[in-house]
């Protein structure tokens, strides 16, 4: 065993004397308490087990943890048949967004030569918590920047959370507001050049329960054609 | 636990679990969904603090789901629904940082003498099994928080930046510090065991 970090792997291993991860949320035993006072492997696990459970969080962890929501009822919710949704072993994150881009380009060069509908039109399916709610503007390929997004009022909302981000999901910019507009600020409208894709999505909320979403739509500035 | 993303309603986990039970075949997966859903925001925001990005935060929850899924009717009822979900999240998390090699660093080196310490037959015998030998020495060694630091990193091979963000370090250099101490605090408690024959 060459390197120390198997060794230390091994050594650091639960033990038949270990808390099964299961009683960590339970009431302990005095025998279970006094094992846990000695061992770091029960310590780290229930460390691990609080960091889980505990309600504390960033506003930043809170964003994130509502737009993984978000993102896994757009991916498993309604999904006939779970097995037949394996999970996707995604190549490196940077390969993947530049594939995506690749795509993009392409699909885009198609549509915009054969003048077919815009982006926002096809391609992009959403799938709608207990309501719906349906981006407006700006979708698909744009002559101009956009100056402010658009969505339909979902009943009951008091809230809609906005974001803006590039392709690999690199959060730009985010809002939240009681309307059913919200006009952009500039440095955001700079940020749209021509030919760059830029996804966005809207969440009505009531208090912190998310009523529904959007789903993740695209835009992009046309780059103007010489000639067209 | 509660499920993060539910204000107080008159469902509950169990109500929920009893109904995927009973429901009819084709029922079944939107019960188990509704089951689920009260933790997407919970799930979600622990692979946050994990992987520190979201798209690859959505890719563990979404395998962590499609897991307790498959598994739903192994669930007996023995723990709470929500502790049976972080079972199967926190491995899923492991397992994931440990298909993602380390570099190995050279300071780790040093550590090899400490893993691979042998305590003395009396000692041995006195504690049953060098893996209690072992921490009782780190019990001896390391505070608390060097420990649960340590263990995360060496034991389950989570990132220290990870591991900064699961458990709120807040000095400056997170997770690290407490490496870079505990390292420092076995060195010297191995460099004494070797040099005097002293075991712990
Ligand atoms: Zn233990």
């Known amino acids: 065993m060459n390197d120390p970090r198997d060794a230390w792997r091994e050594a650091l291993a639960a033990t038949p004397d270990c808390l099964a991860l299961e009683r960590l949320g339970e009431p302990l035993t005095a025998a279970e308490r006094e094992h846990l006072d000695t061992c770091a492997r029960c310590q780290s696990e229930l460390a691990l087990f609080q960091s889980f459970t505990s309600d504390e969080a960033t506003p930043e962890e809170t964003r994130a943890g509502a737009w993984v929501a978000a993102e896994l009822h757009r991916r498993l919710d309604g999904a006939a048949n779970v097995t037949a949704f394996e999970p996707r072993r995604r190549a490196p994150r940077f390969a993947w967004a530049a594939a995506a881009a690749a795509v993009f380009v392409i699909v885009a060069g198609l549509w915009m030569e054969k003048r077919e509908p815009s982006l926002g039109d096809a391609g992009v399916t959403n799938v709608y ?98 000639g067209r | 636990m509660k499920p993060m993303d539910q204000t107080p309603s008159p469902e509950t986990d169990e109500k929920l679990f009893a109904a995927w039970r009973h429901a009819k075949p084709e029922q079944r997966r939107a019960a188990a969904d509704r089951l689920f859903a009260r933790y997407y925001e919970r799930v979600g925001g622990w692979c946050f603090r994990l992987t520190g990005e979201r798209e690859s935060a959505a890719d563990l929850a979404q395998d962590v789901f499609l897991k307790a899924h498959r598994h739903l009717d192994s669930f007996q009822g023995n723990s709470q629904f929500g502790t049976w979900l972080y079972s199967i999240a926190r491995n899923e998390a492991i397992n994931r940082s440990k298909r993602a090699a380390l570099p190995m660093d050279d300071s780790e080196e040093a550590l090899l003498d400490v893993a691979t310490l042998e305590p003395d037959p009396e000692q041995l015998a006195a504690r049953n099994s060098r893996a209690r030998w072992l921490q009782t020495f780190l019990a001896q060694t390391l505070d608390e928080k060097e420990r649960t630091v340590f263990t995360l990193h060496y034991g389950d091979e989570l990132p220290l930046d990870a591991i900064t963000r699961l458990l709120r370090l807040e000095n400056s250099s997170g997770a690290k510090a407490y490496i870079v101490s505990a390292k420092r605090k076995l060195a010297r408690a191995a460099q004494r065991i070797l040099a005097r024959g002293d075991r712990p």
């Open chain 1, 129 to 226: 918590r207990t309501g719906r709610l349906d981006a407006v503007a700006p979708l698909g390929d744009l002559a101009a920047a956009p100056r402010e997004l658009r969505w339909n009022a979902v009943a009951g909302a008091t809230a809609y959370t906005v974001e803006i981000t590039e392709v690999d999901r690199t959060l730009l910019w985010h809002s939240e507001t009681s309307a059913t507009r919200i006009v952009l600020p500039p440095n955001v409208v700079a940020q749209c050049a021509p030919g760059k894709t830029l996804l966005w999505d809207v969440a009505a909320r009531r208090g912190s329960d998310e009523l529904a979403s959007s789903g993740v739509q695209r835009f992009r500035v046309a780059v103007p054609v010489p």
